[in-house]
């Protein structure tokens, strides 16, 4: 029986959510959801949305297909964010900046890692 607050298993027709707890864990399941879902969508999160360049009123079949994927991108990420997190990426116009924004806030910018990394090594070489 499972306990009170946490279900047993996983849904693959539900995003796994993202409270501000354990990051590393959720991007990566995450990344698994979108790309087992379509791998399009997984294409938009990391590249940015398909572009579009005709106007509304002459949108083709293909331009509408995209403009439906990169809805569907922004609306799985979103739903699978708590209040908090949501509140956090509300301003994001695209997927991409919301996963960028996510990753930079709980990974830090790859000059950071970098300074975390060197300072990991230095404190283990001192021990």
Request: proline letters at 2%; one cysteine or more; charged letters at 30%.
């Amino acid at each position: 029986m499972a306990a009170q607050g946490h279900s047993e298993g996983q849904s693959v027709n539900r995003p796994p959510i993202f409270d501000g707890e354990d990051y590393t864990y959720w991007k990566t399941r995450m990344e698994y959801f979108l790309q087992g879902l379509d791998y399009q969508i997984w294409l938009i999160v990391e590249e940015g949305d398909l572009l579009v360049t005709n106007e509304r009123d002459k949108w083709t079949e293909d331009d509408k297909k995209k403009i439906s994927l990169n809805c569907k991108a922004k609306s799985i990420l979103c739903c699978a964010l708590s209040k908090k997190e949501f509140n956090r990426i509300s301003a994001c116009k695209s997927t991409m900046e919301i996963w960028e924004k996510l990753r930079i806030t709980y990974e830090g910018t790859d000059k950071a890692k970098e300074t975390r990394i060197d300072i990991l090594v230095t404190q283990y070489e001192i021990f």
